[in-house]
């Protein structure tokens, strides 16, 4: 959800679409091995759990790797922690340039000295998710021992999983208490589990477009996209690392699917209606002829520099594996009881992936405990992928939330 | 909602004399003076109180009884503009609509639950009071008084009234369920709601101490501020 293509501009933020600039025939995509596989060119900083992490499947896992980016001072007594959780395909570089892409961070916009989460006044934390491919131990990573990387033999990991190994992190780093958790879309889901899972940890949190479950329609959504992985012959049961082959066309198509979800109707119709992509006509071929074909293929192509494909199939897995109710006897106010939290719920009138009415849902949840929880719904078009883009009043009441809160708190 | 008195017209000022004053100048919460029946309310409240404001607007009265009370002070909100100018002040607001949200709150989770302005304009006003008082040890209700003698003149002259608290023609009010002072006290008694306190307002949102007499009240207030509770809950007053 994280991708906006290379050819973006600053116009193309306000739209939350890129242009797209290339010829319009079927790119395809090219193999690049994914650099980095061990991390340790990447920049930013790394740590090694030693002790293995309990997943939810039952299976061990350790040592691993946790990549992570921070962002502004932490205070002398520790209290100024924002954990910023990343969506499905986004990654640690929240604020800075992207090491693949060369793009400014996913949420620059609002990270950063005088931004939203202001960095002259609070220490941000964003780590690389547990199953990701951007340093932190993933499936396309060599296991401790191992000649060979994990691909499918990678234990499936839930966001659970994620949240314990991003406590782990926090404990090497000395953080016993974050002032707030903050995230988007699956981020969101991150935040949600942070408080049920830690609730004294947690002093104020931010769950963004996002869900207290995965639905039955978005876990379609994500079948289509690992069946599109998987039915690539370059896959190869999901062992193609140094084959010289990886799947790029089925993940490829996997990311197209998914970028209309992240987009609406009308942002797309706005944007390209039935407009040609540099013809005057209709070819009568399969060639994109249309704009709105283009543009996908390119965000779908682009999409395969920075991603791998195993490390898609387990991190949407995880996402459909989200149920928070389900931990908590199946209701979803239990997951708060007794939370002391400050909740801040932001939704957008036209995500139809995380709609307005799941944010809703997790609202009455918050309420029937009694818990301080704010929430307000943004009229924009551009769908889900709002939560990335320039959209001032919720840039605005992201700052005021963290605001209140840091007075509440006592932070200066 | 309605507007405040203090919005009206020149002309219906100059009509009425303040008749009394509760005390000095109107507070204010930063820079911001908090409207005189707002800080009528705000005085109600005692510090560091748990407050649920429904229909609390731009958060004028929940940012006062943050900063001033130290008050726990939470709201709800149907408008999508009030709500982000109260989270972009860093307030508690729920955007939503009280009819239908009240329900989800446990019982006695709040020592207030403010309804200023509001009550008026709900469909079921009975159903919310009933949950207030359930949710929060005390009520505080503000409205107009379509008893007022002003509003009263308008009907003889075969108009519906149009007061300076009230001051839209009929098919524009938000106030679809008018009532008077001694309307909302039977409703009180019909639902087992103890009045703990009735402060009469004059126009400018004053209050008024002439009248000793509920008949002289409903006629010569324009706006009524009530403390309710249901007395076994609620203990010593408000």
């Not at chain 2, 949102?205 to 076994?232: C, I, P, T």
Request: aromatic residues 8%; charged residues 20%.
């Amino acid at each position: 959800m994280i991708d906006q293509g290379p050819q973006e501009t600053e116009a193309d933020k306000e739209t939350g679409i890129s242009s797209p600039t290339f010829e319009g025939v079927t790119p395809s995509p090219e193999f690049k091995e994914m650099p980095a596989v061990d991390g340790t060119d990447l920049p930013g900083s790394r740590i090694r759990l030693s002790a293995p992490i309990q997943l939810d499947c039952g299976v061990e896992l350790g040592p691993i790797t946790v990549a992570y980016q921070t962002y502004g001072t932490l205070n002398d007594d520790r209290s100024n922690a924002i954990l910023v959780c990343h969506a499905l395909t986004g990654d640690q570089f929240a604020a800075d340039t992207h090491p693949i892409t060369g793009k400014g961070g996913w949420w620059e916009m609002v990270i950063g000295p005088g931004k939203p989460i202001d960095t002259d006044r609070y220490f941000v934390i964003c780590s690389n998710i547990l199953g990701g491919c951007m340093g932190t131990t993933g499936p396309m990573e060599i296991g401790e021992g191992g000649d060979r990387p994990y691909g499918l033999n990678f234990p499936v990991i839930t966001i659970g999983d994620m949240v314990r190994t991003q406590a782990r992190l926090l404990d090497q780093l000395g953080i016993e208490r974050l002032f707030a958790v903050v995230g988007g879309s699956m981020g969101g889901m991150q935040v949600l589990e942070w408080v049920a899972r830690y609730p004294d940890r947690v002093f104020s949190a931010l769950p963004i477009a996002t869900s207290a479950r995965h639905s039955a329609q978005n876990i379609a959504f994500h079948e289509v996209g690992r069946q599109a992985i998987m039915a690539d012959p370059d896959w190869q049961g999901g062992s193609y690392y140094g084959t010289g082959r990886r799947p790029v066309r089925g993940l490829s198509v996997a990311r197209m699917a998914a970028h209309i979800t992240y987009l609406s109707e009308p942002a797309l119709h706005r944007k390209f209606g039935r407009s040609l992509q540099d013809r005057a006509e209709l070819t009568y071929g399969f060639d994109a002829d249309f704009q709105v074909e283009s543009y996908l293929r390119h965000q779908g192509y682009t999409f395969v520099d920075r991603f791998d494909a195993n490390s898609y199939l387990y991190v949407t897995r995880a996402m459909d594996y989200f149920d928070l109710a389900s931990a908590f006897d199946g209701v979803l106010a239990n997951a708060f009881q007794g939370a002391g939290t400050r909740f801040c719920v932001l939704s957008f009138s036209s995500d139809w992936l995380f709609p307005t009415s799941e944010s809703r849902d997790l609202v009455r949840a918050l309420t029937s405990v009694a818990a301080n929880v704010s929430s307000c719904e943004f009229q924009t078009d551009r769908g889900h992928d709002s939560f990335l883009l320039d959209v001032p009043e919720f840039h605005r009441v992201v700052a005021g939330f963290l605001d209140g809160a840091a007075s509440a708190a006592g932070l200066r | 909602m309605a507007p405040h008195p203090l919005q009206g017209s020149a002309e219906m000022a100059n009509a009425s004399v303040p008749l009394d004053r509760m005390d000095g100048e109107p507070a204010s919460a930063g820079n911001t003076p908090l409207r005189r029946d707002l800080r009528l309310i705000a005085d109600l409240v005692t510090d560091g109180a748990r407050v649920l404001d429904i229909g609390c607007g731009d958060g004028a009265l929940l940012g006062y009884l943050t900063e001033t009370k130290e008050a726990d002070a939470r709201g709800i909100e149907l408008s999508q503009a009030g709500v982000k100018d109260c989270l972009g002040r860093g307030l508690s607001v729920v955007q939503g609509d009280a009819e239908k949200d009240l329900h989800l709150y446990p019982d006695h989770s709040f020592d207030y639950i403010i309804l200023s302005q509001t009550i008026q304009a709900m469909l079921q006003p009975h159903d919310v009071l009933n949950e207030m008082l359930r949710i929060g040890r005390f009520g505080i209700v503000s409205f107009t008084n379509y008893a007022h003698w002003r509003a009263r003149w308008h009907l003889l002259r075969g108009r519906m009234p149009r007061t300076a608290a009230a001051a839209e023609p009929w098919y524009a009010s938000p106030n679809i369920r008018p009532c008077t002072l001694e309307d909302f006290e039977l409703l009180c008694a019909e639902l087992g709601v103890h009045v703990e306190r009735r402060i009469c307002l004059t126009r400018h949102g004053q209050v008024s101490r002439l009248a000793s007499r509920k008949w002289f009240d409903n006629v010569l207030s324009e706006q009524a501020l009530f403390v309710l509770s249901r007395r076994a809950d609620a203990g010593a007053g408000a």
